[in-house]
Nanobody, 120 residues
């Protein structure tokens, strides 16, 4: 059984911060590129950030809309990927999804999604 379980979503005021966490089970976590995606009402799902373990270096990628505000990180000993979100804006409101990236030999796995609402 493969499961990706998210936590940390909720309601926050503009300018505030949240930290999302996604803990995986049933996969060899360290070999997967992990990502965060989001989908706002009426819009397509979009990439937020990804992180890939490469020996002693982690390679990260961010959407332009979140650069300088969001930070992705991972703790392979805990099978967990995080998304630290600072300086939140109303346009960040969306359902946020955790993803384990597939390859030719491995399928994608998705979390259930967690709601982030930025509003006064």
């Amino acid at each position: 059984q493969v499961q990706l379980v998210e936590s940390g979503g909720g309601l926050v005021q503009p300018g505030g911060s949240l930290r999302l966490a996604c803990t995986a089970s049933g996969i060899m976590f360290s070999i997967y590129t992990m990502g965060w995606y989001r989908q706002a009402p009426g819009k397509q799902r979009e990439l937020v950030a990804t992180i890939t373990r490469g020996g002693s270096i982690n390679y990260v990628n961010y959407a332009d809309s979140v650069k300088g505000r969001f930070t992705i990180s991972r703790d392979d000993a805990k099978n967990t990927v995080y998304l630290q979100m600072n300086s939140l804006k109303p346009e960040d409101t969306a359902v946020y999804y955790c993803k384990a990236e597939g390859t030719r030999d491995r399928r994608d796995y998705w979390g259930q999604g967690t709601q982030v609402t930025v509003s006064s």
